[in-house]
């Protein structure tokens, strides 16, 4: 029954794609041309485009679109100069990006709400601080990161640090501080000590909802990196869309959003994976 | 008296009160007043008594987990301070840590009492005290995957292989079906048998107390619970569970118990100063009269 129910929900998924790729296609054909141009200086025609002479449509359809994929998949690490390079090392770029400011709050935030989720005082006395900051884009930080940090590079790590930071320090509180009372008896009755419990009781006790925030942050770290290198320019996946929109190459746009939403679920995937492995049936 | 009567004592409670704050203004609650018991080395004392009464708190000072309000507990001649390995907890339930398989939720505990043994040691240990309790297969599984009954099995084998002085168990079958629970009963007799492992139970089963204790403490109700009787269990100590109500003094303890549960737990809560919860009297119901309560003085 299961199978029979991934079978249809899988030929349901490739009927819509393919109503996706009629309906755009359709809509994306070459418009007849302008009925002015009629009798225009053939060479005037030649200078205003193929668009005008109604030869080809400004947006892309599915099949150029494709073909544009293909061409990429083909060559992503080229190099012809700062503002052409391809789109796998432009992506690359962008994953090194989140990887370190990722880390780096994960590094923090792991340990810091350990610490915050022991103590129930100083989780109320952090608690404001966290929910007024939490809300902040992570933009808004990027003026006082160029100011303070002066160079661009980090201060698009430090912009993915600070929007990764919270659904893990928030998540690890809760997790740490909301262990069943329980475990930490029996922890207590053989006397475990301090480091043993938090890393064989609290620890996996929480595992699964430190993980959830790491999910959460990844999703939002992978969101904000793309506004981030628009900002900041020079490379990066985020970059390479403004720079192909002043470029005006709109299929190189669409293509763009495709790699950045598979390579944002393919995130999702790895930290849903590694959520399932540490969560334990009650 | 049974023959335990010389073995040094292992557990003194003396003058234990716990109060908490009433809900409303006003002053506090007391669950249980003034309790006074020993238990000696090697003994079985089950406690007896309805919700409210304040088993669950009483078990938990001994635990160490929580504190008196007054007086103090002394186990093997030190006043308890805190949780400790020499007393060791069967919780209610369970309390087995999920994430860990049957055979790591031992090893946690082996570990924690032996820190300097090597893996194949307390690995070893473990087995044997897994087999204790009939569940070598169960060794990989987590406890999600078991039966509540084989949960509560490896609860005891953790409590029993860090080797406490003292086995604490807090209604540790209450969850469990009648079958299970007289399985489980089974094996846990025959390994305080052959361990003389000294036992403390809090259950409101009274077959179970009567099948297991070889003293029962009786607690009125609460608020403001007492310790009002110490029943001696006069049953053969080899009895088992299939032939102990056919023995002749079976039924006379069972009134006895019953009656004092649905009846006088409620009626002496209510008639507190005729209680000496420094002598609380020991009843002991022989076989050859039946009918005659002889009621004897705690020294």
Excluded at chain 2, 75 to 87: C, F, S
Excluded at chain 2, 238 to 265: A, G, K, M, Q
Aim: negative net charge; proline residues 6%; charged residues 20%.
């Amino acid at each position: 029954m299961q199978f029979r129910q991934r079978l249809q929900s899988g030929a349901l998924s490739v009927v819509f794609l393919g109503a996706i790729c009629v309906i755009w296609h359709a809509t994306t054909r070459p418009e007849p041309p302008d009925p002015e141009l009629a009798g225009m200086d053939p060479e005037y025609l030649e200078l205003i485009g193929a668009t005008a002479k109604g030869e080809s449509n400004p947006m892309p359809g599915p099949i150029e679109v494709a073909q544009k994929v293909w061409s990429h998949l083909e060559d992503p690490f080229y190099y012809k100069g700062a503002n052409d390079r391809g789109i796998g090392s432009q992506l690359l770029y962008s994953l090194a990006r989140v990887a370190q400011g990722y880390f780096l709050a994960v590094l923090i935030a792991v340990p810091l709400g350990f610490m915050i989720g022991m103590s129930p005082v100083l989780s109320k006395a952090v608690d404001p601080f966290v929910q007024i900051l939490k809300p902040v884009s992570p933009l808004a930080w990027m003026p006082l990161a160029l100011y303070t940090i002066k160079d661009s590079e980090p201060c698009s790590i430090f912009v993915i640090f600070i929007c990764a930071i919270w659904p893990v320090l928030i998540n690890t509180t809760f997790g740490v501080s909301s262990v069943r009372k329980d475990y930490l008896n029996v922890a207590k009755t053989l006397e475990a000590g301090r480091f043993r419990t938090a890393l064989f009781v609290i620890l996996p006790s929480a595992a699964p909802t430190i993980l959830t925030g790491m999910r959460i942050s990844i999703g939002i770290a992978w969101l904000v990196i793309v506004a981030a290198e628009m900002l900041i320019g020079g490379t990066g996946i985020g970059y390479f869309v403004w720079n192909e929109w002043n470029n005006l190459d709109i299929t190189n746009v669409i293509v763009a959003i495709l790699f950045i939403g598979v390579i944002g679920m393919v995130l999702d995937r790895l930290l849903a994976a590694l959520t399932g492995a540490v969560t334990y049936a009650e | 008296m049974p023959n335990k009567s010389s073995a040094p004592n292992m557990i003194e409670v003396d003058g234990l009160t716990k109060s908490f704050p009433s809900p409303g203004s006003g002053d506090d609650v007391n669950v249980f007043v003034d309790l006074n018991f020993n238990i000696r080395k090697g003994e079985f004392v089950c406690l007896i008594g309805h919700s409210g009464c304040g088993k669950s708190t009483l078990l938990n000072i001994l635990a160490g987990l929580d504190r008196p309000t007054e007086g103090f507990v002394c186990a093997a001649g030190r006043e308890i301070d805190g949780p400790g390995l020499d007393r060791a907890v069967v919780f209610q339930n369970h309390a087995l840590m999920p994430w860990m398989t049957a055979m790591s939720n031992i090893t946690f505990a082996i570990k924690s009492r032996w820190p300097h043994w090597n893996k194949s040691r307390v690995r070893e240990r473990a087995t044997r005290y897994l087999e204790m309790v009939h569940l070598n297969e169960a060794a990989r599984k987590k406890p999600a995957q078991l039966s509540g009954g084989m949960k509560q099995r490896v609860g005891i084998a953790r409590a029993l292989a860090v080797e406490p002085q003292i086995l604490l168990l807090d209604e540790p079958f209450g969850a469990l079906d009648a079958l299970t629970r007289g399985s489980i009963q089974e094996e846990l007799i025959r390994i305080c048998r052959t361990t003389e492992q000294t036992v403390f139970m809090i259950t409101h089963d009274i077959d179970e107390a009567m099948l297991l204790a070889d003293r029962i403490l009786l607690m009125t109700n609460g608020p403001d619970a007492r310790l009002c009787e110490t029943f001696v269990n006069t049953l053969p100590k080899d009895r088992e569970r299939h032939s102990i109500h056919h023995h002749p003094n079976f039924y006379p303890l069972r009134n006895h118990l019953l009656d004092f549960l649905v009846n006088r737990s409620k009626a002496l809560s209510e008639i507190k100063q005729t209680i000496d919860s420094r002598n609380v009297p020991e009843v002991v119901i022989t076989a050859e009269d039946e009918n005659e309560v002889a009621l004897t003085a705690n020294s």
